[in-house]
Every structure is written in C-alpha cells, then in structure tokens.
C-alpha cells in the first residue's frame, strides 16, 4: 500500500514551453502532497504544500506564478512548469500524506521523481 | 529555527563493515525523527523511523535510536552490503507535516 506514482518520469522541452508533471496516489486518499526539487547531489527544497480544494501554499522564494500547482482531487496534484527555462532543469519529487481529522498529518509517501531537462 | 544535520559525505565502506551516519537535530518540542533512503534517479524511501525519546526505528539490518538527551539519531549498521550503496537522508517533521530533511549523506559500498 501507500504507492505514490509520478508522470512522466523523464521529460526534455524547449526554453520558453510549460510541462506539467502528475503526481497520484494510487491507493490511499491524499489530503496534503508536497512539491519538492532537487539539484544533483543536494537534499530536497521543499516548493509547496497543497490541500484538495484549497490553493497550493509556497515556501519562501518559490514563484507561484511559475510553478502552478493544482491539488484538484484526493488522488491527484500537478505541477505545471511555465515558460521554463534551463535553470529550471531539476529533479522534482511529490508526495502524499493523509491528514486525519485531528489535524495530524501522517507520513509522506514519495513518489520517484520527475527529471526535468530545459533546452 | 527546526534544522536537521548530517554527516558529511560520502561515505566509502567495504563490503560487511559497520556503518554509522551521524544525524543531529534542532527542534520545538519533540518532533518523528525518519531516515530516508534515494537510490540512484530515484524518489526517497522510508527506512526508518521513531516518534518519541529512546524509540528504536529498526528495518533491513539498519538502526536508529531517538536520544532526546543529545538531540541525536544515528543510522547504524552491522554488516553493509553492495546493494546498502544510496543516498541517505535524515528528517524530522513539523506540525503540518512538513518535512526538514538534513543535506544527504551518500554511502559508497566497495566489494
């Protein structure tokens, strides 16, 4: 259980187009997921928090114009890329937790990652 | 603010040597403490993890204990092997459930 899936894996574009990355979870229902990027050999930046419904909160320098992220149902968020750029070539993770109705959040499962490359 | 830090890397061992990865924290009360595991082009992994003082977290041959006293939670292992060789990340979580991951530590296993 607690699978987390990520598409697409892989995705090359050219400077200027948008990319929309999916993150489900494919057996459980996922009140919170969580945007991260990763740049070689470094830890994970948190991006955004996003809650089913509800609009998607951004850490501290993170453009939100830039980096959409939709949380439309339990199962499902995206992170759409827009006008990307080569600085924006990384390795982006999600993943999901549920939140129980005590407002506890338990674990993050993550998903495998989505390796963006911007010519 | 609530920090995580690791050793530093990498960490070059022989095949059934003993591994431990330093992990210390900073926090606000007494938060899960989790260690994760990458390996190559791939997401994290749970290994392990601990939610309260003296807690073991325990799975595939690797360790931790949650030592409130020393704001500790090392990663140990008896016998490392090849397949042992990723990235190693530890963490704490926050109210929310957001996670403060520590820089990686990553663990080359020679034969």
């Known amino acids: 259980g607690a699978v987390v899936s990520q598409h697409p894996s892989r995705v090359i574009c050219k400077s200027g187009t948008s990319v929309k990355i999916e993150c489900r979870s494919l057996?459980?229902?996922?009140?919170?997921m969580f945007w991260y990027r990763q740049f070689p050999k470094q830890s994970l930046m948190l991006m955004a928090t996003?809650?089913?419904?509800?609009?998607?909160?951004?850490e501290q320098g993170v453009e939100k114009d830039k980096f959409l992220i939709n949380h439309a149902s339990l199962t499902l968020s995206t992170l759409t890329v827009t006008s990307a750029h080569p600085e924006d070539s990384s390795f982006y993770i999600c993943?999901?937790?549920?939140?129980?109705?005590?407002?506890?959040?338990?674990?993050?499962?993550f998903g495998p990652g989505t390796r963006l490359t911007v010519t | 603010g609530d920090s995580v830090t690791q050793m530093e890397g990498p960490v070059t061992l022989s095949e059934e040597a003993f591994l431990t990865i330093n992990c210390t924290y900073t926090?606000?009360?007494?938060?899960?403490l989790f260690w994760y595991v990458q390996y190559p082009g791939e997401g994290l992994q749970l290994l392990l993890k601990?939610?309260?003082?003296?807690d073991k977290g325990s799975n595939k041959g690797f360790e931790a204990t949650y030592r409130k006293e020393t704001t500790s939670f090392h990663l140990e292992k008896g016998s490392v092997q090849v397949s042992d060789s990723a990235v190693y990340f530890c963490?704490?979580?926050?109210?929310?459930?957001?996670?403060?991951f520590g820089q990686g530590t990553e663990l080359s296993v020679k034969p």
């Open positions: 996003s809650n089913e419904g509800s609009k998607a909160t951004y």
């Open positions: 926090a606000t009360g007494y938060p899960s």
């Open positions: 057996d459980f229902q996922a009140t919170t």
């Open positions: 963490a704490l979580i926050l109210q929310g459930g957001k996670l403060i």
């Open positions: 601990a939610t309260k003082a003296d």
């Open positions: 993943s999901a937790s549920r939140t129980a109705t005590t407002g506890r959040v338990y674990e993050q499962y």
